[in-house]
């Protein structure tokens, strides 16, 4: 049995066992268990709709906090793509990195820089003869974990290239060991926009182990850079990313960036779904690229976030003008797939299935319709169960009981 | 050329939705259903795709062109057997229908996206087994075989 890590998390403390999370998880992997929230560590695709909709702030994301920079000798920062949009438009990024420098890092690599990289050479992939069409963007790592849960016919659809955190995370390792560090002395520290970026480097899809360490939250580093920003002089050059790269950071802008017309670009996670069931049913067979995000507005609208969603993506949107879509991309990291892509496949993890057995699984299909009929069909959530079907789920697969239903007791 | 029949025998499972006509605001939810289910029973997923494909068309064909029918899935030990039946108008010339390309949707349908005349090719691609029987004024029959 695998074991599952998951970022998000619930803080029980805060839970009052309402049903807010219950509707929202769009793989059903939450159930109220004697008044607090509970969830099924094998059904999470870390999306974090949970803990944006919770309104007692009970699910939370394990992520590290900056005093592990301690742990490493040489500390490096990678900020997500999407911080380009959390500060006032007074800070140029500059500043801020150089504020990054000020926390306790000793570098700061510019991320975006290798999403302007990393668009050239997606773009050469989709050029190749006989690939799948359309090919799917693995940017958005919930996406890729719903399709292997719910997609699996999908899965050969998905361009196998790693995230721009990773291929820098890959490069700078390289780097600092060459120039004698030891592996365990350098600290790559992502500051992450969601729960599912924290994911991917504990837990990571298509690769064995991440490059980089610990993931802190962009809510952490965005209230310390603030503190001191006004004090710091963005002496060194740090920001080197052009348009292209910065663009990375809201829905569309993978595809704007590598110059492609023929493309979709999806946010919000249940509006990804509708476009990934037209997709299974072939109906996008003519499309070259689809880049789909859980989040509102792509990374931007990512939960651990500070800024509003739109306003972040209208800083985005002007930074891309300013920093230039036609600028010439420094090319410092060889396009070879060793540096770009996935070395290991991706599996489907079919978790909606009753049983590996066809013949139980129909059985236990018989007894589920059964069940289903029984009670009222109103889900209304009480029980624990996101809905009434879900509950003659796990009353077949013995977690629940039919006394769950309120409504068929009150009777 | 085999005669449209259902065939009872060794059935695990039956499932029954009615399609109604023009109903498009709700066009693709039986197909949708019917894929769920099947998504829980250890089915390979491409299997599962060919099915979907084959209960999405024929249900977007009883809501464009028939006067509403319904769509039965027998679920077997080795295969998918998808039966689809209308009450009319039937199809004038079978041949001509099963054109790709060749459609009589009508404006309204067209102007939602639907009727681009690959509905039945696709339904034939994707099956193992395919009949269909259609007769003017009585309606039209479609058997779909999808082996695991």
């Not at chain 1, 070259?288 to 859980?294: C, D, L, M, T």
Request: charged share 25%; net charge negative.
């Amino acid at each position: 049995m695998k074991n599952y890590w998951h970022s998000v998390i619930l803080e029980k403390d805060y839970c009052n066992g309402c049903t807010h999370c219950l509707d929202r998880c769009p793989t059903q992997a939450i159930r109220i268990i004697e008044g607090k929230a509970q969830i099924i560590a094998e059904r999470c695709i870390d999306c974090g709709e949970c803990l944006r909709v919770c309104p007692y702030h009970a699910k939370g994301a394990l992520v590290s906090s900056l005093d592990v920079l301690k742990n490493y000798k040489y500390k490096v920062a990678l900020p997500a793509i999407s911080l380009y949009g959390q500060f006032p438009e007074e800070y140029e990024m500059n500043r801020v990195y150089n504020a990054l420098l000020e926390l306790g890092f000793d570098e700061v690599y510019d991320t975006a820089h290798v999403a302007d990289i990393l668009s050239v050479y997606e773009n050469r992939v989709l050029d190749k003869e006989n690939v799948n069409r359309p090919l799917i963007s693995t940017y958005c790592p919930v996406i890729t974990r719903l399709i292997q849960v719910k997609y699996p016919a999908l899965i050969d659809n998905i361009i196998k290239l790693e995230a721009p955190m990773e291929i820098a995370a890959r490069h700078v390792r390289k780097r600092l060991i060459a120039e004698g560090f030891k592996d365990e002395e350098v600290g790559i520290i992502y500051i992450s926009p969601c729960p599912a970026k924290v994911t991917s480097i504990k837990d990571p899809i298509g690769i064995e182990k991440s490059a980089i360490s610990e993931a802190v939250s962009t809510e952490e580093i965005y209230y310390k850079v603030m503190k001191i920003i006004d004090k710091v002089e963005g002496t060194k050059q740090i920001q080197r990313a052009t348009g292209k790269g910065i663009g990375w950071a809201r829905v569309g802008g993978q595809s704007y960036a590598m110059g492609i017309d023929d493309y979709i670009a999806v946010d919000g996670i249940e509006e990804v779904i509708k476009v990934l069931e037209s997709m299974e049913l072939g109906k996008l067979s003519s499309l070259a690229f689809f880049e789909g995000y859980a989040c509102i507005n792509g990374c931007v609208g990512g939960p651990l976030n500070v800024e509003n969603t739109f306003i972040c993506k209208n800083r985005i949107r002007k930074l891309t003008k300013h920093y230039g879509m036609e600028k010439p991309i420094v090319i410092d990291i060889e396009m070879i797939p060793e540096n770009m892509e996935w070395n290991t496949p991706i599996l489907p993890t079919p978790i909606f299935k009753l049983d590996s057995d066809f013949k139980k699984a129909l059985e236990k299909m018989a007894k589920i319709e059964e069940f289903t009929q029984m009670l009222p069909g109103i889900n209304c959530g009480a029980c624990g169960a996101p809905n009434c079907r879900v509950l003659a789920e796990d009353i077949v697969n013995g977690y629940a009981k039919i006394e769950d239903c309120l409504l068929l007791n009150k009777k | 050329m085999k005669k449209y029949s259902r065939s009872d025998e060794n059935v695990a499972m039956k499932l029954h939705y009615d399609v109604l006509r023009d109903d498009f605001s709700r066009a693709g939810e039986a197909s949708s259903k019917i894929k769920n289910m099947l998504r829980q029973l250890a089915i390979d997923a491409n299997i599962l795709r060919r099915i979907a494909i084959a209960t999405y068309e024929a249900e977007i064909n009883l809501v464009i062109h028939s006067y509403g029918g319904s769509i039965d899935v027998y679920i077997k030990s080795d295969c998918i057997e998808i039966y689809v039946e209308d009450s009319g108008p039937g199809i004038e010339n079978v041949e001509l229908a099963m054109t790709k390309g060749f459609s009589t949707a009508t404006n309204i349908a067209r102007e939602m996206g639907f009727g681009a005349g690959m509905g039945l090719p696709n339904m034939e691609k994707v099956s193992d087994e395919f009949i269909i029987e259609s007769e003017r004024d009585k309606g039209t029959n479609i058997k779909m075989v999808v082996n695991y």
